[in-house]
């Protein structure tokens, strides 16, 4: 695998690549791999000839009380699981190498799917997300992208980016990994104490309630993300949101063929996120 820093490197690669008629497929990351993201890597060797990662901690995706400064980086692990799993070509930038004029003059809203959910406590998280993926995906110009359906809610924003700007390339979501216990790999697991390890499972089952709960029948969806919430605080989380949308635009429970639900939700200083799609069957 080779590693590169600049716009120029990356370009002359992938130049190479396509002159060559290979496809290219690409894994947007902000590092602090885990096996989440390797399975992304892995499922695109199978999509595409070359595999292209990113891993850049992108400022403008970062509110006022997130700490930027603070998000872990961890360059050579995380090159030394890509080379494992097979990565072509990383690509980890600067942050001027990605904003030459300065971070944020132009920017990517997408209405509709950014407002609610971790757009309501996130204020601004998805325009940086969209911006930097927009640019991300301007500089790699792969024929194939692929996401973690972990983060739900921005696979739906990329897709619908993807869709409105006519993007050339197919965005894949990824189901997401999970532990024996059911807690989904996420960088953030870390961050939980022991103690607090054994509660998190506690998220995974409130969905897997949930998703019983609407495959029996049931449809009184308020009550449904009530209950899930109250399960939550009983084992000390600080719940956010628990909510069961449409899985295809995040739209309202009554109006959807197949569900998904989401939680987002505080352990301590630890915030964690979840989901499970439900065919409606
Ligand atoms: O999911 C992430 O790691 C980031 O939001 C992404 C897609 C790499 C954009 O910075």
């Known amino acids: 695998m080779r590693t590169v820093h600049t716009v120029a490197e990356l370009r002359a690669q992938l ?12 894994v947007p990351t902000m590092g602090n791999l885990h096996a989440g993201h390797i399975e992304l890597v892995r499922q695109g060797r199978q999509r595409a000839q070359r595999v292209v990662a990113s891993v850049f901690v992108n400022p403008l995706q970062f509110g006022v009380n997130e700490d930027f400064g603070r998000y872990p980086r961890s360059l050579p692990q995380d090159a030394a699981q890509l080379i494992t799993a097979g990565c072509d070509l990383l690509f980890a930038p600067g942050v ?5 004029q300065g971070v944020g003059a132009t920017t990517v809203r997408v209405a ?19 911006t930097v993926v927009n640019i991300l995906f301007n500089l790699v110009q792969p024929d194939v992208a692929l996401f973690g359906q972990k983060d739900y809610q921005q696979l739906a924003v990329i897709r619908r980016m993807v869709a409105d700007l006519r993007l050339p390339l197919e965005v894949v979501g990824v189901p997401t990994l999970r532990a024996e216990d059911g807690l989904a790999l996420s960088s953030r697991n870390q961050y939980l104490s022991a103690e607090e390890r ?5 998220v995974h089952r409130v969905l897997s309630r949930i998703a019983e709960g609407l495959r029996a029948g049931r449809r009184d ?10 399960t939550l605080q009983r084992a000390g989380f600080r719940p956010q949101y628990v909510a069961i949308r449409s899985a295809e635009l995040l739209e ?6 197949d569900w998904v639900v989401l939680v987002a939700a505080f352990l301590g200083t630890t915030r964690l996120i979840d989901n499970l799609v439900v065919a409606a069957g």
């Open 15 to 26: 130049a190479a690549w396509r002159t060559a008629g290979e496809r290219i497929a690409f």
């Open 96 to 100: 001027e190498e990605v904003y030459p």
């Open 112 to 130: 509709g799917v950014t407002e609610m959910l971790e757009g309501e406590f996130r204020p601004g998280h998805f325009d940086g997300v969209a």
């Open 198 to 202: 054994a509660r998190a499972t506690t």
């Open 221 to 230: 969806y308020e009550v449904l993300q009530s209950e899930a919430a109250l």
């Open 252 to 257: 309202p429970a009554a109006s959807a063929t």
